[in-house]
């Protein structure tokens, strides 16, 4: 088993309701089981134009998937949840956003496929959750999520 870290977002339709609910579906996939949910937040779109605010938090797992299978897991959840990537801009609004953080203590680059997050370490709605979540929990060349967070909150 190995433990992951997947960040939920949301800003189009019932955020909430949507997070819980893949929450349950994501637990209930062959292979995964969800060990705790962050607090949800409510922040800021990063990116492309005016949009609805976000609904964000993270989720810790254990998994007996691979990497690249609990991808295609999280992305076939996005699906059966509304999302189609076709549709927006890559930072646009979506119905669902799952976003494989952490994958063990693995940094992995493959196309389609890079841990962790490669945007991870500059993102409060990320960092903040994972702090909630696990603290000392270390981010493969980058340091422990709590020290990355106060980096953040740092002035310049």
């Known amino acids: 088993m190995t433990r992951a870290y997947v960040g939920l977002g949301a800003n189009l339709g019932d955020r909430e309701r949507t997070l819980r609910e893949a929450v349950d579906a ?3 996939g062959e292979g995964i089981e969800v060990v705790a949910v962050s607090t949800l937040r409510e922040t800021e779109p990063v990116g492309v134009g005016q949009q609805p605010r976000f609904l964000n938090g993270a989720v810790e797992l254990e998994t007996e ?6 991808l295609d897991a999280l992305m076939e959840l996005e699906r059966r949840f509304g999302r189609d990537r076709t549709a927006f801009p890559p930072q646009g609004p979506r119905t669902l956003d ?4 952490l994958y063990g203590s693995e940094a992995i680059a493959e196309p ?3 841990v962790p997050h490669p945007r991870l370490h500059e993102r409060l709605f990320v960092l903040e959750p994972l702090a909630e979540l696990a603290p000392a929990l270390e981010v493969p060349g980058k340091g422990q999520v709590q020290t990355l967070l106060s980096k953040l909150h740092s002035p310049p």
Do not use: K, T, Y
């Open 26 to 28: 994501l637990g209930a």
């Open 98 to 101: 799952l976003d494989l953080l």
């Open 65 to 70: 998937l691979s990497a690249r299978a609990l």
């Open 112 to 114: 389609g496929l890079e």
